[in-house]
């Protein structure tokens, strides 16, 4: 079974970032990198499932520079078999992502292809579906749990409703939250070894344009500070003055 992971360079989330001047994107002066969150809980699924069946060959995917080199090394030393980079400094949205994928899809023909839910970075949640649809094959958003078998994926996810199972044929597209599992800690043995495994570089496969633009970014305005209230009927009149109620 062949398993093919995404894997996106983003900013630390917990690093603070701000606009760079002109509002023309977000200053990452100094800032520090990894692999989105997501993505590498998806990638620790694979993982888990290769330790589970040694049948299951687990790959990997960024699209970017040289830079993604780094996250692409961390992926392999998680456990990945193999990585592949995505050469390009175009401009890109989820739909010109979805298109670079889904050709390599085609090429491969993995029988799942595990995301994270989301980057954390612009926060689109929208990759993985479009995916799903170029390609035709059934899909699964924001899985707490996979258990693949018979040729298909069992899959349950959380909704603010409850949970929900579904049952997906293989190929499938999932897309993987935060409850699905926690990311192993790769030891100092795994990082070396990850040095000798294959990376492949190739430009893109397709001419797809983004659909969406940046026009600025800026920062939020500043919460404004709280107010201390002595009763229930000093909060109702508060609130009704700022028309909340």
Not at 175 to 187: G, S, V
Not at 210 to 230: H, Y
Request: contains cysteine; hydrophobic residues 40%; negative net charge.
């Amino acid at each position: 079974m062949k398993v093919l992971c995404t894997v996106k360079r983003v900013v630390d989330p917990y690093a603070k970032v701000g606009p760079l001047a002109d509002g023309s994107g977000i200053d990452t002066a100094g800032a520090k990198f990894d692999i989105n969150p997501f993505d590498e809980i998806a990638v620790e699924e694979a993982v888990r499932m290769k330790e589970a069946d040694s049948s299951v060959h687990v790959s990997v995917v960024s699209i970017g520079g040289d830079e993604c080199e780094e996250q692409l090394r961390k992926a392999l030393a998680m456990g990945a078999d193999d990585a592949l980079l995505i050469e390009t400094d175009d401009e890109m949205d989820s739909t010109v992502i979805a298109a670079e994928l889904a050709a390599l899809v085609q090429e491969l023909s993995p029988d799942v292809v595990l995301m994270g839910k989301q980057a954390t970075d612009d926060d689109n949640g929208q990759a993985g579906q479009m995916l799903a649809a170029k390609l035709g094959w059934p899909q699964a958003t924001y899985a707490a749990k996979i258990v693949l078998g018979d040729g298909k994926a069992t899959v349950t996810r959380e909704t603010d409703t409850g949970e929900e199972t579904l049952s997906l044929s293989l190929p499938c597209v999932i897309t993987t939250d935060l409850r699905l599992n926690e990311p192993r800690y790769i030891p100092l043995p795994g990082i070396i070894k990850a040095r000798g495994k294959p990376l492949e570089r190739r430009p893109r496969a397709t001419d797809a344009q983004p659909k969406t633009r940046v026009l600025s970014i800026e920062s939020p305005p500043a919460r404004p500070p709280g107010r201390v209230v002595e009763s229930v009927d000093e909060l109702v009149a508060a609130l009704r003055d700022r028309g909340a109620i």
